[in-house]
Each structure stands twice: as structure tokens, then as C-alpha cells.
């Protein structure tokens, strides 16, 4: 396969990607069951193997911008609760950042908060989000000339506040450097295998 159509492959898959979130997202939406995913007991599930799922999703699109992706996990890795939710939150919030980063780096980071707390966050070396806008952020809609249009990534982060919300947590959306955002949220994991640890490269 050449470099061309290397790159054909990566739009296609950056597209389908984009459509099947974007449906997904639409029928949590229409149904009203954005917590629907965090239903039932929470069970015991490996957060860097989550990173790194959500990492190799994203890859194509990552190299097709040029754009460097970093995973990093957690100093303990082995935790108790709700792995779907966790990967679909950090897939939509990583993909809304490659989508608006044009140059440099798109980070997913992980770090121990507490004895049973997780920090996770997804920082982009974009252009940074405006004020007026982040009014509007978790709108799954917005008005442009007298028209209501769906936004795909207000729809993607209305859906993570609902995840996050039914699992006691919220979203967090700040500056980052000069231009970049930055997004995080705290959930409550305890560890399932205290001594289980993650070697960092």
C-alpha cells in the first residue's frame, strides 16, 4: 500500500469514525439514556488497557494531521467500575481534540488523586476555545442564521456530562498553555488489586 492510499484509508476511517459517534450519540440523545451505559455493578477493569483502546481508535486520525498522541497511564492500574462508560467519555473528549488541534500534540493523561480516586484528562495544543463558546459547549444544538443545527461536538459532550453525572462526577473544560484546552473529570475507582502498578515508559 502506498502513501496515498494510506491517507485515503485514514480519511475514510477518520469519517467513518466521526459518523458512527455521532449516530451513537443521537440515539442516547433521542432515547434519554445517556446513563443507560452505567447500569448495573461496577467491575473490576485495567485503565491503561482503556487508554490504550481509546488510543488505537484514534490513531489514524492522529497521523493523518501529523499530530503526536500521548497515553499516559496511571501509576495503579487495576480499578473497580464502569469500563464502557470511561472508554466512550475519553473517545469522544480525544476525538473532539484532533478534530480541532491542527499542530502539535493531543495528550490522554491518568493519575492517582486520592487512595480510590482517578484523575483522567485530554489536553490539545489547539486553538483554544473562546469564551462565547464555552457557553454554548454542551449544547447539542446551535443557532446559526436564524437555524437550529445539530453540533457534533456539543452532542459528544452533552453525552459525556450524562455518563460522567451517573457515575458522581462532572466535566471539567479549561485553558491549557497559550492556546490549548484542556478537559478532565475525578471518578471514584477503587483499586481492585492495590499492588497492581503500571510501569511508565
Do not use: W
Not at 502513501?3 to 432515547?31: E, K, N
Not at 469564551?131 to 453540533?151: D, I, N, Y
Not at 498553555?177 to 515508559?201: D, I, K
Amino acid at each position: 500500500m502506498n502513501r496515498v492510499q494510506q491517507r485515503q484509508l485514514g480519511l475514510i476511517y477518520g469519517a467513518a469514525l466521526g459518523l458512527s459517534t455521532l449516530v451513537s450519540d443521537l440515539i442516547d440523545l433521542v432515547r434519554g439514556e445517556g446513563g443507560g451505559l452505567v447500569e448495573g455493578d461496577p467491575a473490576p477493569f485495567s485503565v491503561a488497557e482503556t487508554l490504550c483502546g481509546v488510543r488505537d481508535i484514534v490513531s489514524p486520525i492522529a497521523e493523518e494531521k501529523g499530530l503526536k498522541l500521548e497515553c499516559i497511564p496511571p501509576e495503579i492500574d487495576g480499578r473497580i467500575g464502569y469500563a464502557t462508560a470511561v472508554s466512550r467519555v475519553l473517545l469522544n473528549l480525544t476525538t473532539n481534540a484532533l478534530k480541532f488541534t491542527q499542530s502539535g500534540t493531543v495528550r490522554m493523561a491518568c493519575s492517582q488523586s486520592g487512595s480510590s480516586r482517578v484523575l483522567f484528562s485530554v489536553t490539545d495544543s489547539g486553538a483554544g476555545l473562546p469564551q462565547e463558546v464555552r457557553r454554548a459547549l454542551f449544547s447539542p444544538f446551535r443557532h446559526s442564521g436564524g437555524r437550529v443545527r445539530f453540533s457534533n461536538s456539543g452532542l459528544g459532550l452533552s453525552i459525556c456530562r450524562t455518563l460522567l453525572s451517573a457515575m458522581n462526577s462532572e466535566l471539567h473544560v479549561e485553558k491549557s498553555g497559550v492556546r490549548g484546552t484542556r478537559f478532565s473529570f475525578e471518578l471514584e475507582l477503587p483499586p481492585a488489586q492495590p499492588s497492581t502498578a503500571v510501569m511508565r515508559e
